[in-house]
């Protein structure tokens, strides 16, 4: 799922060739993305397009040769002058008298090229790691072979040579981007890149890169340069291993240009380096079309504590366990003011609950949907989900930012908050007041016998460990909710770290937050009549706020006729949550359907026997009340497969059935054997909630 879809996609013809653009926003301004090198597509703006069409209109122009644009076979359909030419076309076709003009490596050089001649429709040009031609050498290993000589050797730059992308076109590729993303942890960058550049064949990759620069010579690349007089900013990396910085301090020079140099950046920082990118680009465009600064800052004599709490939207459990820590914060501390940065459902809930849900959440990209939509049968790779949620974290994070920089709060609090804590990391100098880092697993973990799955997990975590190492006051205080033997014993990856070990160190135990009070469920009698339970046994069937459940309510709306056969006279209540239509089930007899409860641990506890999926918060609500369940973890879903598991073995609870031995006779039998047993569950500290606001009282 992408940050934000296009309000319009189309193409524009020149000369038969087929140009493909999106439009994003409607600001008053615009911002075009010119075409980039066809070596990819205009994706690669994917970190900076949601945060900038909040603020402008924003266009992308795919390369001729990728992307949804032609991929004409003739050398003469190539080459600058057509680059130009596609870009002015695009904008004629939306109307666009003139614009700010972005464009990296060879499109920066378009830009330019564009900015010269048609002075009047380019209001300002943004150069990240410029390619210039004939002005500068390039770097030294860069020198390519000619096409018939066969390099003695076909490692280093000789497989991006001609030579090289015919022999092995996906290693040619898989070398270049690495070099062009050589920072550590660039995994995501590179197989990003690698993949838009196997859309188009080498031998159109190789016409393309050969076609006309639409200058002759050194002299001529001097004077389109010359010829550019809108305001510029030029941005590159002082570890650009594929164009040299003479050639961004050259084009900064003559263009009179603002100039950023990320110091340890590569070649695309605009996909390593999001957040410093859109920084600069944003400060570029204030000081070009200023906007009107609304900022928030009480005077001391007024000042209450003010709190952001980022709450993590995939699923409802966090926000159950927040809910119950921030009223304990505020019992410890009643000058404290909460305003919430939260995505629905979860704001729904706070709203009911009389909790302020900050305005700028209407601004944040939706994790839930993206988690969604990557869900199979009973399946989901979490790790993957993830890392491919990278472009809505990079625009979540921006929403925060703009908020933490308009408004003084005294804490952020980040529940699973992913994008806040990697790129506070990754951008120390946004920190600005305390932080707390909350989460209820520590380690990401293989899930297949994939090699290269184990290498990311490993990296990942590796990246994790580095940034607490090297930048530890970022943190001020990092929780875990549970205990010490909750964490898995387990290394992080080949030669790092033992998890519940490095945990231990870095981490302050809060217990689990049931998110109730346990005089809530204390009398079963008057529960089970509250909630319209009579006398006969009921199984209750959960998925929590999951929109991914779906599968598993099915399954179990099969097994019940077998389980009443087990069972006579068991009832059946399906809770399907705030994301799966309580419709979207098959109407049986003895099976009542209920939608999304906010109250659903009274439920749970009031229950017989359950059947839930893997998640913590339901697994948890269920031991906490010494119920009986059956649960099945996702597929692929690292945390519920060990990390969950790991918890619920602690404790004794729960019988764990894999999705693919979930059989609706299998279900039936789990559950009709555990009807009327007391599980001799380890019992749940129910003062998690009041430790956990302790801690970050501290930090007020």
């Known amino acids: 799922m992408r940050a934000v879809e ?12 087929r140009i493909a653009y999106e439009v994003f926003g409607d600001g008053e301004q615009t911002v075009v993305f010119v075409p980039i090198d066809p070596i990819i597509e205009s994706r690669a703006w994917k970190a900076q397009v949601p945060w900038l069409s909040r603020r402008a209109r924003v266009i992308t122009i795919d390369p001729r040769g990728n992307g949804r644009s032609d991929r004409p076979a003739d050398p003469a359909a190539y080459g600058q002058p057509h ?14 008298d003139s614009a700010v003009l972005v464009g990296i490596c060879t499109s920066a050089w378009t830009a330019v090229l564009t900015a010269a001649e048609h002075p009047d429709r380019v209001d300002g040009l943004i150069a990240i790691a410029p390619w210039l031609p004939f002005v500068t050498p390039p770097l030294p290993h860069r020198v390519a072979y000619p096409d018939d000589e066969v390099p003695d050797t076909d490692e280093g730059w000789a497989k991006v040579t001609n030579w090289g992308l015919r022999r092995d076109y996906r290693g040619a590729m ?3 981007f690495g070099e062009c993303a050589a920072e550590p942890h660039s995994s995501k960058v590179i197989e990003d890149c690698v993949g838009w550049a196997l859309q188009i064949p080498p031998d159109i990759l190789i016409t393309a890169d050969n076609g006309p620069v639409g200058v002759a010579d050194r002299e001529g690349a001097l004077d389109v340069m010359g010829r550019v007089h809108c305001p510029a900013l030029v941005i590159h990396g002082d570890d650009d291993r594929c164009q040299p910085a003479s050639r961004a301090d050259l084009l900064a020079e003559i263009l009179g240009a ?4 990320i110091g340890g950046a590569g070649h695309l920082p605009m996909a390593r380096e999001p957040v410093a990118v859109n920084k600069a680009i944003g400060g570029f465009l204030d000081r070009l079309w200023p906007r009107p600064v609304r900022r928030r800052y009480p005077v001391p004599a007024r000042r209450e504590k003010r709190v952001l709490y980022l709450s993590s939207p995939i699923g409802l459990g966090h926000g159950r366990r927040d809910l119950a820590i921030a009223e304990e914060l505020r019992r410890a501390r009643p000058d404290v003011r909460i305003d919430w940065l939260a995505q629905p459902p979860l704001t729904d809930w706070l709203r009911r609950r009389g909790e302020t849900v900050h305005p700028a959440s209407a601004f944040l990209a939706s994790e839930a949907a993206h988690i969604d939509g990557l869900a199979g049968e009973h399946d989901l790779h979490a790790f993957e989900a993830i890392r491919q949620m990278d472009e809505i974290l990079v625009a979540n994070f921006m929403v925060f930012s703009e908020l933490a920089e308009q408004e003084h709060f005294d ?15 990754e951008n120390p100098e946004l920190k600005t007041t305390g932080y707390a880092w909350m989460t209820d697993f520590v380690g990401w973990l293989p899930m297949t016998e994939d090699s290269r799955e184990a290498e990311l997990t490993a990296d990942y975590n590796a990246e994790m460990l580095d940034h607490v190492a090297r930048l530890p006051r970022i943190r001020d205080r990092a929780i875990f909710v549970g205990d010490p033997q909750d964490v898995v ?4 990856g080949p030669g790092l770290p033992d998890i519940r070990d490095w945990t231990t160190a870095h981490y302050d135990f809060a217990g689990y937050v049931t998110g109730f009070d346990p005089a809530e469920i204390a009398d079963r009698t008057a529960l089970r009549e509250s909630v319209g339970f009579g006398d006969e046994p009921v199984c209750v069937v959960a998925v929590g706020g999951s929109g991914v459940g779906g599968h598993l309510l099915r399954r179990a709306v099969e097994a019940y006729p077998l389980l009443r056969e087990r069972r006579p006279g068991m009832r059946m209540v399906v809770v399907t949550g705030p994301r799966i239509d309580p419709a979207s089930l098959p109407a049986t ?9 906010p109250d659903l641990h009274r439920l749970l506890a009031a229950a017989d026997v359950a059947l839930v999926q893997g998640g913590l918060t339901t697994t948890m609500e269920l031991t906490a009340a010494g119920r009986p369940f059956v649960y099945v973890p996702l597929q692929h879903h690292f945390e519920q497969n060990v990390h969950v598991r790991h918890r619920l073995e602690r404790y004794g609870a729960g019988r764990c059935v894999p999705w693919t031995e979930a059989s609706p006779e299998r279900l039936a039998d789990e559950l009709a054997a555990l009807v009327g047993t007391a599980p001799g569950v380890a019992p749940v500290d129910p003062g998690g909630a009041a430790r956990a606001a302790a801690l970050l009282a501290e930090l007020l």
């Open 489 to 492: 014993r387990t290394p992080f």
């Open 83 to 96: 680059l130009v030419a596609d870009t002015v076309a695009v904008m004629d076709e939306l109307g666009v």
């Open 174 to 176: 898989e070398f270049f």
């Open 589 to 597: 007899d003895g099976v009542e359907v209920r939608g999304w409860l």
């Open 6 to 17: 296009p309000s319009k996609s189309g193409t524009v013809e020149r000369d038969g060739v």
């Open 411 to 425: 804490l952020w609090i980040g529940d699973e908050a992913w994008e806040l804590d990697h790129f506070l990391h």
């Open 258 to 261: 603002e100039q950023v140099t």
